[in-house]
Nanobody
Framework: QVQLAESGGGLVQAGGSLKLSCEASGHTFSNYAMGWFRQGPGKDREFVVAVSRSGSNTFYADSVKGRFTISRDNAKNTVVYLQMNSLKPEDTAVYYC?????????????????WGQGTQVTVSS
């Protein structure tokens, strides 16, 4: 079973940037489609972005298009990155990395069968 560990969260002012990392271990990284989800206070977990197993296809929620970028390079390491620019207070949430073995990159939590512990992102106004 793959293990996931997120890092890079923190406190940032509106308009600022953060880069999250999710390191996978314990299984062949290229077998997994990867996604990022977030859950704000009192809200359901929502889709942010996903990337296919090869890294060639990406999918973004409308709310983050043009501001967030997901990336992976299976030849270099077993990390998926989430670059977040032009952050807004409404981006405040716990961000979770998720993995889906062999399947396509999905946009709902039920598409994924392995989750990290989450990392807090707080954007102040």
């Amino acid at each position: 079973q793959v293990q996931l560990a997120e890092s890079g969260g923190g406190l940032v002012q509106a308009g600022g940037s953060l880069k999250l990392s999710c390191e996978a271990s314990g299984h062949t990284f290229s077998n997994y489609a990867m996604g990022w989800f977030r859950q704000g206070p009192g809200k359901d977990r929502e889709f942010v972005v996903a990337v296919s197993r090869s890294g060639s296809n990406t999918f973004y929620a409308d709310s983050v298009k043009g501001r967030f970028t997901i990336s992976r390079d299976n030849a270099k390491n077993t990390v998926v990155y989430l670059q977040m620019n032009s952050l807004k207070p409404e981006d405040t949430a716990v961000y979770y990395c998720a993995a889906r073995r062999y399947g396509e990159a999905g946009t709902t939590p039920s598409d994924y069968n392995k989750w990290g512990q989450g990392t807090q992102v707080t954007v102040s106004s």
